[in-house]
């Protein structure tokens, strides 16, 4: 599953530079979520351990980030706050316009 997520970041991001896109934000919950005690619980019962879990997130972004001269990558570390679909698309709108006017028309926001 990571890694078709993985891979899915990356066609969207050769997708958006194509177009012209030099900022991309990746949304990156899994960061945030080591936070809590409880999803770390979770997760070193499936046997992640804290380190493993992070170290294959950090490999994952670096693997999306890759080879992308002269675009920037942020990354977003959010606690994977889920939303109605109306309502994300129009948080996502605001999001775009305002990073566009911060950062110009070169911008592309990917949450997958």
Not at 5 to 29: C, E
Not at 37 to 62: H, K, V
Request: proline share 4%; with cysteine; net charge negative.
């Amino acid at each position: 599953m990571a890694d078709y997520n993985a891979k899915r970041h990356i066609t969207s991001s050769v997708t958006m530079t194509s177009f012209g896109a030099t900022h991309i934000q990746l949304d990156a919950p899994h960061y945030a979520l080591l936070l809590d005690p409880a999803t770390c619980g979770f997760y070193e019962s499936q046997g992640w351990t804290t380190e493993r879990y992070l170290e294959r997130g950090i490999e994952m972004d670096n693997a999306v980030i890759g080879d992308f001269p002269g675009v920037t990558f942020g990354l977003h570390l959010c606690r994977g706050n889920a939303i109605a679909p109306t309502d994300q698309e129009r948080k996502l709108g605001l999001v775009v316009e305002t990073a566009r006017r911060v950062w110009g028309e070169g911008t592309a926001l990917l949450t997958v």
